[in-house]
């Protein structure tokens, strides 16, 4: 190797340092981009007494959809741990772009009176020939890592929309529920009374006191799925001892008054996905990789030194010295034979990522888009038409033409119509935040089946 050749290689590995936001900023980017958020990663105590500031000030008034993912994005501990994995990358690839540090020995022998000390100085040629080859497989697989810290971001936005919406809802629904409770118990309540004085006999008190059974399992139900609710959000935001207090809305966002028109969805989904940049990424550095592979697949030890012999009597040695391995019974054909599988194998993963990405969007928007016109139909048909009947029937109960039983179901239903009204503007949301994670990355789609009343919660009209 020739003096220039070491020298081009040494000025090569100047230019390996560290930036000064270890490759944050791409992740900072994607979050203002497509949420329009900021992310913040809190690498010193100012850092983190800054984020502990927003922390407060955002915990200081109730929690918004948006502010709740803010909120997420600034103290999710998961997602600072999450960060590390840039720093790591980072100092793989300062790594890759530094020479082998040479090696020295030194060794004494003496036989009759006479001394010899030999010096030897050596280097990895090898890795220092494939040096350049490293550093572009680093850059690659430090571009991956940043792509994977970006779409951990958005994902984390997209389940605390979720968990915000289900938290919102479950309230919601808990405070409807305790309405038919106590519809439930007035009823019942009368019916005991009429049942003392002969005007009720066991199977019509019997009825009411199933009502008020179910409306007290219903009502249970409701306050565990809203404690569950929250604890889940609660995790997503970091939250934990006083911050625990925080406060929500007290209902969900009104209904978008048109859904979104987004034809070409599928083009823009593989145009953004940040899982097929990942996946693309992968094919490339796993190309890079069995470039490197065919490059050193007969020379895996390449080492070149030179050495300084003194002697007690006599004259000094000087010399140089190169070895390697000799590939007698390795050629290097096993290690291209893995190389190129696994490079296969990377191919066919990003080409099943792309076809599924086209379904999975395809399958959010459909989701969308039925979670929007049964929101809609249960706004603007349902819940009218029970409150209609529920006005009529009291002006009949007024004119003493029905009972007071009678009135109280009507209440009762219109109250479950309601609450019924509720989770389909809860399922709207979780669809959208689902379809907005669809477009950027892999999202986690459920079948989710439309919400009923129970049908022991709504006595026949005339019981």
């Known amino acids: 190797m020739s003096r220039a050749a070491i020298v081009a290689v040494l000025a090569l590995s100047g230019c390996a340092s560290f930036s000064p936001d270890s490759g944050f900023a791409p992740v900072q980017q994607a979050a203002q981009q497509h949420l329009g958020q900021s992310v913040a990663w809190a690498r010193s105590d100012a850092d983190r007494q800054r984020i502990a500031e927003r922390v407060d000030a955002l915990l200081a008034r109730p929690l918004g959809m948006d502010d709740a993912v803010q909120l997420a994005l600034l103290n999710n501990r998961g997602l600072q741990a999450a960060y590390a994995e840039l720093g790591i990358a980072e100092a793989d690839l300062v790594q890759a772009g530094l020479p082998p540090n040479p090696g020295f020995s030194f060794s004494r022998f003496s036989s009759g009176g006479e001394v010899e000390l ?48 289900m938290a919102v809802a479950a309230e919601e629904t808990l405070r409807y529920r305790r309405q038919v409770m106590e519809a439930a118990e007035a009823s019942a309540e009368l019916a005991r009374r009429m049942a003392q004085v002969g005007n009720f006999n066991k199977l019509q008190q019997a009825r009411e006191q199933t009502f008020q059974a179910d409306a007290a399992l219903g009502l249970a139900r409701a306050q565990q799925a809203q404690r569950a609710s929250r604890e889940r959000l609660a995790r997503l935001l970091g939250l934990w001892g006083a911050q625990l207090d925080f406060r929500l809305p007290e209902r969900l966002p009104d209904l978008p008054a048109t859904p979104r028109d987004q034809p070409d969805i599928e083009r823009v989904a593989v145009e953004q996905r940040l ?67 696994i490079y296969m194998q990377a191919v066919d993963l990003a080409a099943e990522a792309a076809i599924n990405a086209r379904s999975e969007v395809r399958e959010a928007y459909d989701a969308y888009r039925s979670a929007w016109d049964i929101a809609r139909h249960q706004r603007d048909e349902i819940v009218p038409l029970r409150r209609r009947i529920a006005e009529e029937n009291l002006l009949r109960y007024n004119g003493m033409l029905i009972g ?60």
């Open 275 to 341: 899982d097929l940049r990942e996946a693309k990424l992968r094919v490339e550095q796993t190309a890079r990789n069995l470039g490197l592979t065919e490059a050193t697949r007969f020379v895996s030890v390449l080492e070149i030194g030179g050495k300084y012999s003194t002697f007690s009597s006599g004259p000094k040695e000087t010399g140089w010295e190169i070895g390697l391995q000799v590939p007698l019974f390795d050629w290097g054909s096993a290690r291209v034979a893995k190389a190129e599988a």
């Open 118 to 165: 030999e010096r030897w100085v050596f280097f990895n040629l090898a890795a220092l020939l494939s040096m350049p080859l490293r550093q572009q497989v680093e850059q690659r697989r430090f571009a991956q890592t940043q792509a994977v810290a970006a779409l951990q971001v958005l994902t984390l936005a997209a389940d605390t929309r979720k968990a915000w919406v």
């Open 404 to 463: 007071v039983f009678e009135l109280l179901a009507d209440t009762r239903a219109q109250i479950i119509a309601v609450n019924t009204a509720i989770d389909a503007l809860r399922d709207f949301w979780i669809a959208q935040a689902e379809l907005d994670l669809a477009l950027v990355g892999r999202p986690t789609l459920s079948p989710r089946m439309a919400t009923l009343p129970a049908a022991a919660e709504t006595p026949a009209a005339g019981h």
